[in-house]
């Protein structure tokens, strides 16, 4: 049976529960602090998955009279949220590297970290592909965060398993002074890098929040449209809003009709919203519409 939304949320919050148990126990056991943030950043991301649950069930919720536009909004503020947590940790693991290289690195039990880290690493890539599967089947962003999350984990496991493999190999070549700057080099090689996605993902969640045009297929495919519209049913022009918060696209349309222009009934205006309507739901359904007619162009908005 497929798993819903939020299933799909439970089950990454109790993998990632046992992963970040595994992960901080054995960084603490071989004094890895890049396996200890590996750990961390595994509970960081349960903490938000558990967010994410109590904000999908509020999400959910239909318009009423303190919110009478939905709640749709407060899904990108709430990943807006997660991803300035996610960079919080990335620069505070981050300054606590660069610390521990400029005090003269860390030595780790290599032997116990790397057999670790083989398993961590083939359980993370096995869990993010079927999530990055998953988050395209049900077309959810809190999924895909989930995807995301995991798709990091796995990236951090390999770069760590890599470096500790590099500490081995020196270590046995007997390049022993350089072996303890491995970890922490390691760490702040892994903050910089997960940087970028949290970043572009914050600032795109940041631009929903703040109602920015989305410039995607939703906004192409209507504007193209209405302007169609306008030659064929000779009206003399037409402007359109368009935003996108969460899953909804927030759509408003002014078309600007010549005085006396011949109606027979408002049946033809409807009409036409259907043709804008059904000309737009395939690329998303979820949709909140408004589409206005006025002969008189100070009331287009």
Known sequence: MALTENRLIKLSIYLTAVFAFFSICF??????????????????G???SIASIF????????EDQVLPYGRAHFEPFIILIQCLVIIFLCLYSLITATLDFMHGGRIVDLNVAIVFLIFSTLGSLVIWLYFRKQAVRVSSEFVRIEALEWQMG??????????MLIAFVLDW?????????????LVILASLIFLVEPIKTGIRNLKELLLFAPEDDVEITTKALVQEIVVNKNFLEVKSHIAKTGKYHLIEIDFLLPEG????????LDLI?????????????????TISFTAQRKWML
């Open 27 to 44: 960084g603490l056991f071989t004094d890895a602090k890049a396996i200890i943030f590996d750990g961390l950043f595994s509970l960081i």
């Open 46 to 48: 349960m903490v938000l």
């Open 55 to 62: 904000a999908l069930r509020f999400i959910r919720k239909p």
């Open 154 to 163: 796995t990236f951090l496991s390999i770069a760590i398993l890599v470096g």
């Open 173 to 185: 070549l007997g390049f022993h002074a350089v072996v303890p700057f491995v970890d922490p080099t």
């Open 261 to 268: 222009y011949p109606l027979r009934s408002v049946d033809e």
């Open 273 to 289: 919203r259907a043709e804008v309507y059904d000309g737009i739901k395939n690329k998303n359904n979820n949709l909140w519409l």
